[in-house]
């Protein structure tokens, strides 16, 4: 095996929700959807303790194990191979319980471990918060183009800290998505009734411009996303298509940022990772 994963130069996009229930891997959905049409996307659901997102995609297959004991990912349409704990899992109400370090080896699973069909784009669906998990990720890949943020209406101190973790540790913000913003009337009138606000006038938005990072939109709250029986069908979504541009964008101007950039971690750390370090869930 050689010392850098497979994915360690491949152009990588990180979803971040500001906190749990934000609709973060609604968002990884519609993205995928959009770039999974004209490219190959290596997908990791990076959340280890609540890997929700194949339900949310509709993917039912299993991973497979070759003999070697590498993972083969599971498939979401054509062109998405997708990495995720929910699929080594037999039983969908399986507790999946390990301890950070665990998490970390497991996310480098994916990345070392995981035989994907040359992937042009990876993204990553990440967990909240500013925990080993973001900062595996950011070791262990060398081409980040940036991270989508996601957060509500109402968390504005929320999205702030996002900001400032960005900051700390040099990450690119490709855009903030202000999910949930609002329900359709259902009287086919086309009303939008804000959820979280009288309606007049978006904070997200202008912490947005007072922190110079790009503002995707205002997305709604789909029921049908939320009813247990979630569509295959791409969610299209003008917040989206600007958040594909921004990517395209910076990936021809060549803006990405390095895995050895960043002030805060030991380069110690950056080592390669041992064949023995396999994480052992796949022995």
Not at 13 to 39: A, C, N, P, W, Y
Not at 53 to 74: C, H, K, S, W
Not at 176 to 199: H, K, Q, R, W
Request: charged share 25%.
């Amino acid at each position: 095996m050689s010392g850098k994963p497979q994915l360690y130069d491949v152009p990588t996009i990180i979803t971040f929700g500001i906190k749990g229930g934000v609709g973060k891997s609604q968002e990884t959905k519609r993205l995928v959807d959009s770039l999974g049409r004209h490219h190959r996307i290596a997908l990791i659901d990076a959340d280890i303790d609540s890997p929700n997102l194949p339900d949310l995609l509709g993917v039912t297959e299993l991973m497979q194990l070759n003999l070697q004991r590498d993972f083969i990912p599971a498939k979401y349409g054509d062109n998405v191979e997708v990495f995720s704990m929910r699929l080594y899992m037999n039983n969908e109400d399986q507790a999946f319980t390990q301890s950070g370090d665990q998490n970390v080896q497991i996310i480098r699973d994916g990345l070392y471990y995981t035989k994907w069909t040359d992937p042009e784009y990876v993204v990553v669906d990440l967990p909240a918060g500013s925990s080993d998990e973001l900062r595996s990720i950011m070791l262990n890949l060398n081409n980040l183009l940036g991270m989508v943020v996601v957060t509500l209406p109402n968390t504005v101190a929320d999205l702030r800290r996002v900001l400032e973790i960005s900051s700390f540790f040099n990450i690119p913000i490709l855009g903030v998505v202000e999910n949930m913003a609002y329900v359709v009337c259902p009287c086919d009138c086309g009303t939008e009734i804000p959820l979280f606000s009288d309606g007049s006038g978006s904070k997200i938005q202008a912490v947005c411009e007072e922190s110079g990072v790009p503002y995707l939109g205002r997305e709604p709250y789909l029921t049908e996303l939320h009813s247990g029986e979630e569509s295959k069908s791409p969610v299209e979504s003008e917040a989206t298509k600007k958040l594909v541009e921004e990517i395209y964008a910076r990936r021809n101007k060549g803006h990405v940022r390095e895995a050895q950039d960043g002030p805060v971690l030991d380069q110690s750390d950056a080592e390669p990772v041992p064949e023995e370090e396999h994480s052992g869930i796949a022995s």
